[in-house]
Every structure is written in structure tokens, then in C-alpha cells.
């Protein structure tokens, strides 16, 4: 069974909880303890990526700390070709279906995917769309942000990535954003597709994170929370619980 297929299969019994790492925010050391902790909490799987990445050598040093202290599959979530690292399990192969900029919709992925061809990672086809406020990802990623109320063009985005064969669709409020994807905008976009719901951008906390997965959210996505707790584990085991209940 492969990740992607093994994720599906988790997802119909109940949502899930991954955690994002970004190595341009701490240390491989820290990232290496970051992801324990997440394991021991709960989480599903370590998702290793970031909008100001300076190297692939800072990518391979945090995937190579992460592996050694979890046994979750560890999937990047790059924002170029040159951030993949063959020592991770598998990869985000994500199309930022809003940017005005070509390559985060499909040249960057040209370049990549060769690499991809001759690792061994597992590539997971994900539509990737981001919604006000966007932060920092909207800002690199050139992105015609979806407003916070427009529903209908949230559906129509989530809609073509399954239509494109896209295995996953994410909705991306941006790492640190004051407010997360709306309940409704997350409700609307669950009853039109089949594929599974990711989330994230803006989930602080267990109220929030349950918000989400009760609207559909499928898995819930944090990132700062991990990087500003300061007992991470209690904060994660909360937050876990919660979207699963």
C-alpha cells in the first residue's frame, strides 16, 4: 500500500492531524525533537516545507534529524524543484492552482519530477489553493488570493483539481495567518468532492482545530503551534483529540 493509499484509508474513519516542520525556522536538531514529540502526541504524519527555504542541503539535514526520532511517513511540501530531498518518504507533488506565476502551477514541477523519477519517494498529486489572508506563502507564491467569502470559487478550484486526477486539495489560509479558512468555505468544498479535504493556516488550538475537522476538513494541518508552545506535547495531544471526537 502505498502512503497516499494508506492516508485515504485513514481518512474515512476519521480526520487527521499532520505536523508541519520548517527548517528555516529551527535548527535539524530541533526539528529532529519537534517531530518526536509530534509522534508521541499523535499526529499522523510530518509534513517538511516553507515558503523561505534557502537550500536543498537545509531540507536533507532536517528530513535526515526527522526520520531518525519518528516512524511517521515524512512528506515534503515544497515550494521548488531544488527544495526535494530523496531522504524523505514522499513528496507533495502540488500544483498552486492560483498563483499568476506558471512555475508554482506546473514548471517548477518539470524540474522536478525527474528527480522524483529517480528517487525513491513517493510522489502524491495535490491541487494547493490559498485564501486570504495568505501571509508569507501567498506573497512568494504570486498568488490571486481567494477571499475569505467566496465560496463558489474555493468549490470551483477544489472541483478542477479532482477533475484533474488530484489526488488530495488543499486549502491554505498561510503559516501564522490571524484567522483560519472559513467553516463555511471548508463545509462547501467537502459536500462537492470526493477526494480527501486538507487544511491548514491559522490553527492555534484545540477549538479551532475541532471548527475545522467538524466543518470536513479531512486533515488538519499546524505549523506555528509547534514552533511557539511551550509544552508542545500537552498542546498537540489537545489539538488531536479534539479533531478527532
Known sequence: MTIAEDIIRKTKK???????????????????????????????????????????????????????????PVIL???GAKFLSKHADAVFFMSLLNSRNLGYVIREHVKGAPFVKHSSIEPISMGYVIVEPGMTAGKVGEVDLVKKDDVETAVGYALAAQYLGMNFFYLEAGSG????????MISSVKKNISIPLIVGGGIRNAKTASEKAKAGADIVVTGTTLEEETDLKKALIKIIKSIEE
Open 14 to 72: 476519521k480526520p487527521l492531524h499532520f505536523s508541519l516542520l520548517d527548517p528555516d525556522k529551527q535548527s535539524p536538531e530541533e526539528a529532529g525533537y519537534l517531530a518526536k514529540t509530534a509522534t508521541e502526541a499523535g499526529s499522523s504524519a510530518i509534513m517538511v516545507g516553507g515558503s523561505t527555504l534557502s537550500s536543498q542541503k537545509q531540507v536533507d539535514e532536517a528530513v535526515k534529524s526527522i526520520k531518525e526520532n519518528t516512524d511517521l
Open 77 to 79: 511540501f515544497p515550494s
Open 177 to 184: 495567518a490571524p484567522s483560519p479558512v472559513s467553516n463555511e
